[in-house]
């Protein structure tokens, strides 16, 4: 395996070469450099961006791997010779050069996606990934094909990858400036009111891959009003993270100030209860945790057989409840109960929607949502 400080330093060495140059391709192949910067700026697939800087840093570092061959723990006989662990690459250097620069690029490795998921085969023009769009997994079969065959080089496609994806960030964050800058213009002289903000967080809502709001619904009420409550919210596990892997009880989790004990923790579902999920939450109880609510939040409507077989727990838990809310009646209920510090909460809850990483929120939804802003408060 490489060199961590090696690598390091080949890929800082990258960005700065893509930095010295951002105006100018390091591809001088037009066709080439056309499938590259659809591969990386792919909006829809942020995992090819990925996969290619590990693939071309693992050749850089040894340029005697194929680097039509990323899975060498899938590989048996002959074809294990020259390959590499592209997944090694992704996520102990590649995965630490996006944190660094704030790259917009996927938060998991590219190798646990679909189209490259436990693959035995190299990686040649002829085969068929599965995944989507096509079009992307084509191009990137092509870019390895070329990189092979010596007529595009690694070091070219990692600094021009680099080059794309700073252009990309730098973009973005205009953008989201721009939009800032016109909420604040044009904000009316009133503050919206708490059916305004409820209106608001439903319409962002019903956007796409909206899975993640209601997370930051709960979290930015909790911060909002934490002095009042005398309680925080302890921690925001991430987006595609399991429960499992965090020794987490939810999505979050609540604590008394000035105590890290979990008092009472939410689950987020994009989907209606069931109560499988129910029996879930108890199995979690069961093992040890001591909360005193475990909050079930859904946008879909609450059946009301599982809201009862969740309320006929708490005699069995020894005192410790199980409730499921609907997302928008929980903020409806809380703004009215807060009103005075309804702005606070949509001023926490912008703050989490645009500081949340790409898989969480991506950057169409953090735009929609100012742009949601900005038009509710011009209508004050």
Request: hydrophobic content about 40%.
């Amino acid at each position: 395996m490489s060199n961590n400080q090696d690598c390091s330093k080949l890929l800082e060495a990258a960005v700065q070469r893509a930095t010295a140059r951002l105006q100018d391709s390091f591809i001088t192949d037009s066709a080439l450099r056309e499938k590259l910067a659809y591969v990386i700026n792919c909006p829809s697939n942020r995992a090819g961006a990925r996969f290619l800087m590990a693939g071309t840093l693992a050749k850089l570092d040894d340029p005697k791997l194929d680097i039509r061959k990323p899975f060498i723990e899938v590989y048996t006989g002959a074809a294990k010779k020259n390959a590499y662990s592209g997944r090694g690459y992704d996520e102990q250097h590649v995965f630490d050069l996006i944190r660094k620069h704030r790259l917009p690029c996927s938060a998991t490795t590219a190798f646990l996606t679909p189209g490259f998921r436990t693959k035995n085969v190299v990686l040649t023009k002829d085969q068929k990934l599965r995944g989507r769009p096509a079009e992307m997994y084509e191009h990137i079969l092509e870019i390895l094909d070329a990189i092979h065959k010596g007529n595009l080089s690694a070091h070219d496609v990692l600094d021009e990858s680099i080059r794309l994806l700073i252009l990309e960030r730098d973009q973005r964050q205009k953008r989201l400036k721009t939009l800032l800058e016109g909420l604040r213009k044009d904000a009316g002289e009133l503050p919206l009111s708490s059916e305004d903000i409820v209106n608001l967080i439903e319409q962002h809502l019903q956007c796409k891959h909206a899975s993640r709001l209601p997370v930051l619904i709960v979290a930015a009420a909790y911060r909002a009003a934490a002095e009042r409550l005398g309680e925080k919210v302890l921690r925001l596990n991430a987006h595609n993270a399991a429960d499992k892997q965090t020794g987490a009880l939810g999505d979050v989790e609540i604590t008394l100030l000035g105590d890290d004990k979990i008092v009472t923790t939410y689950e987020m579902k994009d989907k209606i209860v069931a109560q499988g999920d129910i029996d879930i939450a108890i199995e979690k109880i069961a093992q040890g945790a001591t909360i005193q609510n475990f909050i079930f939040i859904t946008t879909e409507a609450v059946d009301p057989e599982v809201r009862a077989y969740a309320t006929a727990q708490y005699a069995e838990l020894g005192g410790i409840e199980i409730a499921i809310l609907d997302c928008i009646a929980f903020l409806r209920h809380f703004l009215h109960l807060f009103h005075r510090i309804r702005m606070d909460f949509l001023n926490q809850y912008q703050e989490l929607v645009l500081n949340e990483p790409e898989s969480g929120v991506n950057q169409a939804l953090k735009e929609a949502f100012l742009a949601l802003r900005k038009t509710a408060e011009a209508m004050e």
